[in-house]
């Protein structure tokens, strides 16, 4: 029994030690600021490539070429996460007439577990979530490898929910889980309270 809690007791000491270490990092840690690039230099592209490299396997990379052309496209968008002086993520969006798609997630290993992917999806669903021309707000949506439990619970917090599973959705033959995240009440309630607007005016935009 002594033998026993003697090989506990250590176990115990070396978790409490990693735990108050990792407590300290984040208690430590400068929240990034995200913003919303409008060019790529190539320095940035070439930090934003790392993190890529190493957060995704090659199938799902998109490179030096398809990365700044996708993200600079009209309805696209990429938010990038400054922390101590370097970059700690990014997020790659995309908008069509149906919905809007957030298309790339990575935070660079050392910044991980410090919230830098909550803040950037929190600021990608505030630029998606923003009323059209029309008046309304898209639901957004994603893929998800169904083995990354972390994205998984990530994009469930921020009201994401499970849609379906698509089988050997990646071009290595793994499967994917689409989820949706409906638009807010408030955008639909916004457009139902607007007026009509009078027969002649319709006539005239119509013309």
Avoid: W
């Avoid at 000491?13 to 790529?40: T, W």
């Amino acid at each position: 029994m002594r033998r026993a809690q003697s090989m506990i007791r250590p176990r115990i000491a070396g978790a409490a030690r990693r735990f108050s270490s990792a407590a300290a990092r984040v208690a430590q840690y400068e929240p990034p600021q995200v913003e919303l690039l409008s060019c790529i230099a190539p320095p940035t592209l070439s930090r934003l490539l790392a993190i890529e490299n190493e957060a995704f396997p090659p199938c799902e990379r998109l490179g030096s070429v398809l990365l700044p052309q996708t993200a600079l496209q009209r309805n696209n968008g990429l938010l990038v996460a400054h922390a101590e002086e370097d970059f700690a993520g990014y997020l790659l969006f995309s908008r069509t007439a149906e919905e809007s798609i957030i298309m790339k997630l990575a935070v660079e290993a050392a910044h991980r577990g410090c919230g830098v992917g909550s803040m950037l999806l929190r600021r990608a669903i505030e630029e998606l979530e923003q009323p059209t021309r029309r008046g309304d707000a898209r639901p957004i949506v994603l893929h998800v490898d169904p083995s990354r439990d972390a994205a998984r619970r990530l994009y469930s917090g921020a009201g994401f929910a499970d849609v379906e599973l698509l089988p050997r959705y990646y071009a290595d033959e793994r499967d994917a889980i689409l989820m949706r995240r409906p638009p807010p009440p408030d955008a639909k309630r916004h457009r139902d309270d607007e007026p009509e607007a009078p027969a002649q005016r319709l006539r005239v935009n119509v013309q």
